[in-house]
T-cell receptor, first 113, second 117 residues
Framework: AQKITQTQPGMFVQEKEAVTLDCTYD???????LFWYKQPSSGEMIFLIY??????QNATEGRYSLNFQKARKSANLVISASQLGDSAMYFC??????????FGTGTSLTVIP | DTGVSQDPRHKITKRGQNVTFRCDPI?????LYWYRQTLGQGPEFLTY????????KSRLLSDRFSAERPKGSFSTLEIQRTEQGDSAMYLC???????????????FGSGTQLSVL
């Protein structure tokens, strides 16, 4: 069975500081993809970053980087230089070989000015 | 690329009524997904189409729920005899099947917020 665990219901970060959002996953698939999505209060899910299970290097997209530790089955999101607009819900997700996507329960991030 | 479009944005209905939601995916995307999201939770998978074929259905999808994608373009999700527990955000997402075309990720619509009174 596929499972995504996000253990931080809420996080606070000072503007311009970096923050790490935790994500662990469980799967028996050899090939899978890991994703992070941002959901602002408007409700739309916005894709942030993707990591394939066979990618040897950690993915980066601008201020977002994914700290992928395959042996620990973790895929933490690092946001550098936080901005007020980063305040939102963040969801970790996984796609297995069946093309179904599984989401965690999310972390609410609040950026403090 | 106009994005994934969902209609309506909000729907209020009385218990026992039927409701239908529509999703227009990004035009060149052949995969279409429906998810349900309740407050404080992540999206839960409901069903998935590749072109017009419904390839997977979640066990969460009771007999009151049905989804169609008749021509492999837009999709509809119908809930019959709505119950208060059906109140949620219903999200539609699409993706191309080719990883080179971005098939690694889902592109989401803004969702339809259903309230059952």
């Amino acid at each position: 069975a596929q499972k995504i665990t996000q253990t931080q219901p809420g996080m606070f970060v000072q503007e311009k500081e970096a923050v790490t959002l935790d994500c662990t996953y469980d799967t028996s698939d050899q090939s899978y993809g890991l994703f992070w999505y941002k959901q602002p209060s408007s409700g739309e899910m916005i894709f942030l970053i993707y990591q394939g299970s066979y990618d040897e290097q950690n993915a980066t997209e601008g201020r977002y980087s994914l700290n992928f530790q395959k042996a620990r089955k973790s895929a933490n999101l690092v946001i550098s230089a936080s901005q007020l607009g980063d305040s939102a819900m963040y969801f970790c997700a996984m796609r297995g070989t069946g093309n179904q996507f599984y989401f965690g329960t999310g972390t609410s991030l609040t950026v403090i000015p | 690329d106009t994005g994934v479009s969902q209609d309506p944005r909000h729907k209020i209905t009385k218990r026992g009524q039927n409701v239908t939601f529509r999703c227009d995916p990004i035009s060149e995307h052949n995969r279409l997904y429906w998810y349900r999201q309740t407050l404080g939770q992540g999206p839960e998978f409901l069903t998935y189409f590749q072109n017009e074929a419904q390839l997977e259905k979640s066990r969460l999808l009771s007999d009151r729920f049905s989804a169609e994608r008749p021509k492999g373009s837009f999709s509809t999700l119908e809930i019959q005899r709505t119950e208060q527990g059906d109140s949620a955000m219903y999200l539609c997402a699409s993706s191309p099947s080719s990883p080179r075309a971005g098939g690694e990720k889902l592109f989401f619509g803004s969702g339809t917020q259903l309230s059952v009174l």
